[in-house]
């Protein structure tokens, strides 16, 4: 660890695990209710189980992302964290507004837009929080070297941040509401996030791999660019039914199954960085992650968001089980694990040691990406039967869910899988620390 | 790879090219909102019900387990159509009955069946939950549900 400040993001990677953690049980006990439908029917209902999942799941990526922004930005900007007391106040808010939502849940206490369920005044505490964080990053890169990945970085988080707001407003009318609740869901994971995502990608590679800034920061541009020029148009697939008109059709169609290239190009960038660089970096965890990350992203966001989005496809598939695979394998390969490989880099420098509990690591990197896999392979059998016997055959909902059984419990047990996975995890970040860097890597040069 | 290219031609690329789609998305988005409010859905029949059925439906996370013209959770039936499926346009009073009697009696503790809580809706709310539905399912949503089972 090169700068003193660096170490503010140790709190935001352990908060941002412990809610990980958190939001695997809530979704393994959300699957056990598929299996077993009378599992706390009562006491903590299926709606409560998945709005604490979800919220979970984006609460703790976007700390894990403050958290990589305050640990890049000082070797980025070559200078220290503005404020790191404003980092530590932003997070205590963060974290007390997303604890406190969680919690409300338990009681009933909620909003009614899925994803957005966090009552107002949690909404204006992650709204502060958020913007406090946006100063203090913004100012540490104003002050220092203004790099490529940083400024995309702060690009990607300011427009999260913007789109963000459309959250407050609520039209009555509910196709004007879903029209601009898209605003913010799609615009996040399959705009700006990408923004986020690349730029995070870049850093690492430049760090792992050793090739030029230049040639990273090209590549980073280009993702960037096809992202966007993608994914903005994209949001059409979003609207071929909820009541906007029917252009939407061919033109969220053609622009949406262009989103496959950026992540298509995020893989060939990171593969071909590390075969450029030949530089044999010691943590050999966190270069799986990476190379994980790209993969899985490609697949999930790609390859199944492509499955499903040209709109007479999607005519038979809306809002199947097609629809929860792919959700599930795109935020897991895009952004939990990209948050993984930046914490399994970053971890042993803020500990001050060299990389350590790799194989522990790796095993968690095979056991919870493999029981991702598995997980998205059932819903998407599931899907592609319920998807005929449903739209096809125009059998009743229930009577299709109960063909589907098979899969649910396929499902629940990936799901345990990866509770698993993550509890190997923490262990091998939080743990004690036994073999530090492979007998392989013991001569080749730290570096960074 | 990409030899040709420089960095800064590259950056102008994605920031030119971005501003570009983003300012057709936005006119697009103006344009689709014009058209909910004057042709896709009843905008002028959204009545005080319907707002309060929307609110009924909000207030309780209906989409945590039920879609909504496709979105939401996928745990509970589709309910934009529900009120087709009830048989509303042929027989309003009859579908309005059912889908308030079929709230009433939840959760059915049948063994083995998904659960549904009981909300404790007053007669006022199911009647405007019956409502927003029954606005719902005017939208017109290009011909989806291939099916009436959604």
């Known amino acids: 660890m090169k700068y003193q400040t660096q170490k503010v993001a140790y709190p935001f990677f352990v908060m ?31 709606h409560i189980m998945r709005m604490s999942h979800t919220n979970l799941l984006i609460v703790w990526l976007l700390i894990g992302f403050f958290g990589a922004t305050y640990y890049l930005l000082p070797e980025e900007t070559e200078n220290e964290i503005y404020s790191p007391t404003l ?31 966090q009552p107002v005044w949690v909404k204006v505490l992650l709204t502060i929080s958020f913007l406090m964080f946006l100063f203090n990053a913004s100012l540490t890169v104003l002050k220092g070297r203004k790099t490529a990945i940083s400024v995309v970085l702060m690009l990607g988080l300011w427009l999260a941040a913007i789109f963000w707001l459309f959250a407050f407003y609520t039209p009555d009318n509910m196709s004007l509401d ?13 705009g700006v996030w990408e923004l986020i995502m690349a730029s995070l990608l870049g850093f690492l590679l430049i760090k792992m791999t050793g090739v030029d800034r230049e040639v990273i920061e090209k590549w980073l541009y280009v993702i960037v660019g096809l992202a966007l020029f993608t994914g903005l148009l994209g949001t059409g697939h979003h609207y071929y039914w909820i009541g906007t008109p029917g252009y939407w059709q061919p033109i969220g169609g053609f622009f949406s199954a262009l989103e496959v290239l950026p992540f298509f190009a995020m893989v060939v960038f990171a593969f071909y960085m590390f075969w450029r660089g030949r530089r044999n970096h010691p943590n050999q965890a966190a270069v799986l992650w990476t190379l994980g990350t790209v993969v899985m992203a490609f697949f999930g966001a790609g390859v199944w968001g492509f499955m499903h989005t040209l709109s007479f496809i999607n005519f038979y598939t809306h809002g199947t089980q097609i629809t929860a695979a792919h959700g599930h394998l795109a935020f897991f390969g895009a952004y939990v694990m990209l948050n993984l490989a930046i914490i399994s880099y970053a971890m042993p420098h803020l500990r001050g040691m060299q990389p350590y509990n790799q194989i522990l690591n790796m095993w968690s990197f095979w056991i919870m990406t493999s029981a991702m896999a598995f997980m998205t392979f059932a819903l998407t059998f599931a899907g592609v039967v319920q998807t005929h016997l449903q739209r096809v055959m125009g059998m009743s909902f ?33 743990g004690p620390a036994r073999t530090q860097v492979p007998a392989s890597a013991a001569q080749a040069p730290a570096g960074g | 790879m990409m030899e040709g290219l420089s960095r800064a031609a590259a950056r102008n690329i994605f920031l030119g090219g971005s501003l570009f789609f983003f300012v057709v998305f936005v006119a697009l988005t103006a344009h689709s909102h014009w058209y909910i409010v004057t042709q896709s859905t009843d905008h002028a029949g959204l009545t005080e019900s319907v ?16 879609t909504l013209l496709g979105e939401g959770a996928y745990f509970g039936p589709e309910l934009g159509n529900v009120w087709v499926r009830y048989g509303g346009p042929d027989s309003p009073e009859g579908a309005r009955a059912g889908i308030k009697a079929w709230m009433q009696i939840q959760p059915t503790g049948i063994p083995g069946r998904r659960q549904m809580p009981n909300f404790d809706l007053t007669d006022a709310e199911l009647d405007a939950l019956v409502d927003f539905f029954e606005w719902m399912s005017r939208i017109n949503t290009q011909g989806w549900p291939p099916h009436v089972a959604g």
């Not at chain 1, 098979?406 to 047990?413: A, E, N």
């Open chain 1, 16 to 46: 941002a695990l412990v809610l990980f953690a958190a939001q695997v049980i809530f979704g393994t006990m959300a699957g056990l209710v598929y299996v077993m439908p009378e599992f706390l029917s009562e006491a903590m209902p299926f």
């Open chain 1, 87 to 117: 980092a530590y106040l932003q997070l205590a808010i963060f974290v007390f507004a997303g604890a406190a939502a969680l919690i409300g849940y338990q009681f009933g206490i909620h909003e009614g837009r899925h994803y957005l369920e």
């Open chain 1, 178 to 190: 879903k029209m601009y609740w898209w605003y913010i869901v799609h615009i996040w994971v399959e």
């Open chain 1, 398 to 430: 229930m009577e299709v869910q109960d063909q589907l059984q098979l899969f649910y419990v396929f499902r629940l047990g990936a799901g345990i899988a990866v509770v698993i996975g993550v509890a190997l995890f923490l262990y091998a970040m939080f």
């Open chain 2, 51 to 66: 707002k309060h059925g929307k609110e009924v439906w909000e207030e309780h996370s209906c989409i945590n387990c039920h």
